[in-house]
């Protein structure tokens, strides 16, 4: 049998303007797209190009499907925002191949990158990803809540600055600010908190806390946050928003 291709494209945060020119090239040679609705709605698609949109609690049933169309000879792109590769579909997809049929293996599969949220909203806000950083998912869907609570411990602990995603939902209106109540325990209450919504959209809206006056209402589901480090730092400007930024340097407790 021949089989196709299938490409995981990253549309970046949503800016047309933010989407990668080998993106937009993967785009214009695949035939079907498998992707979240809003994901696929962001493509101008032609006539002779298929979408195939479904629930964003269905990415193995998705990646599946594009691959079984993909080993039948489909030239497939399955779509994600932001990075495809960071809490999205490229590991759905590898997931997927890796427990599948032999043939998939023989499928010719790539990924293309995008901006992911945390450098959307860390580039409206300064450079808060300057030094060592890590990037976690609050969502327990796949994994317990207590592994989540070890991992902002000990990111906390060693001086990481955090980027959030999933950050709350209808099913974790809580997680959130239990998530603050762990960090002001081994925090300062004056690192800064970034709450980036749909950066580079219309409907962006970028606001920074102290940590102290964190809540988890001040997020929702399309909602980054960024979590500094008692080394970073906040430059205010008068009638502006303030700059907030991570140095490149460690000088540590007592420098």
Not at 125 to 152: M, Q, T, Y
Not at 245 to 255: D, M
Request: net charge negative; charged share 20%.
């Amino acid at each position: 049998m021949t089989t196709g291709s299938l490409t995981v494209v990253g549309l970046g945060p949503g800016n047309p303007d933010q989407m990668s020119p080998e993106a937009a090239a993967a785009v214009t040679v695949a035939e079907d797209f498998f992707g979240y609705f809003p994901y696929i709605d962001r493509l101008n698609l032609r006539p002779d190009q298929r979408r195939h949109a479904s629930d964003n609690r269905e990415e193995l049933a998705r990646a599946r499907t594009a691959l079984e169309m993909a080993a039948g000879g489909g030239k497939v792109c399955v779509v994600s925002g932001g990075d495809p590769g960071v809490f999205a579909m490229a590991a759905a997809v590898c997931e997927a191949i890796d427990e599948g049929p032999a043939l998939w293996r023989e499928i010719d599969f790539s990924v293309v990158p995008g901006i992911t949220a945390m450098l959307a909203v860390a580039a409206k806000a300064g450079a808060p990803l300057g030094h060592d950083f890590c990037a976690i998912s609050l969502s327990n869907n796949l994994k317990p809540w207590d592994v989540i609570e070890k991992r902002l411990v000990a990111a906390a602990t060693a001086g990481f600055v955090m980027a959030f995603y999933n950050p709350i939902s209808k099913a974790r209106p809580h997680q959130l600010g239990e998530a603050f109540d762990i960090l002001r325990a081994h925090l300062p209450g004056t690192v800064p908190v970034i709450f980036g919504r749909a950066a580079g959209r219309p409907d962006e809206a970028i606001r920074i806390v102290p940590l102290a006056e964190a809540t988890g209402d001040m997020a929702d589901m399309a909602t980054c946050v960024i979590v500094g480090t008692a080394e970073t730092r906040l430059i205010e400007r008068e009638n502006r928003r303030p700059i907030v930024y991570s140095p490149r340097y460690f000088r540590g407790a007592g420098a």
